[in-house]
């Protein structure tokens, strides 16, 4: 988190195949979506498996502790992605609204320093069975930006996002292979 605030200043945001790459839907002075799809190597249970461990996969520089092995998923409705801090209390980055395993996650909340915007944002994750492995498809719509107009975070948080989303293609083809995953 600490490398976007300084080289963006702006947003920063986390996931994708090294196939994949995002893709800025829209933009305009409120807000923006984003989002890709990627193969992966891995059956859908294995993904949703892999997705649900982000301190696994997460890149570090994109958390506020600095330590990916502080944050946590739980992909049940009403359960929290979140991330303890190193002297107590936490961040809440989303909410999970929506939880079917294997299938779909759909989170609401403000990624990044996009917590300091009065937005709302909707992450959407799912997961189908395709070609012996699994496709995996995102998006992260959010409306309501105030002080920083929607073109200008597209593009930023789109390429963070991406990046986790190639990580957590890796990691979840990695561990069906049982290769030692990647860091």
Known sequence: ???????????????FAPAASGEVHSADDRGFEVGANALIAAPPGAVWQALTMPAQWWDSAHTWSGKAANLSLAAVAGGCFCERMPHGGGVEHMRVVRSEPGRTLVMTGALGPLQAEPVQGVLTISI????????LTWSYAVSGLRSTKG?????????????????????AAARNDGARPPR
């Open 1 to 15: 988190m600490r490398r976007i605030l300084a080289s963006l200043s702006v947003a920063g945001l986390a996931l």
């Open 128 to 135: 189908a069975a395709r070609d012996g492995g699994s496709t």
């Open 151 to 171: 073109a200008a975070l597209a593009g930023p948080v789109d390429q963070v996002l991406t990046e986790q989303f190639a990580r957590l293609a890796r990691y």
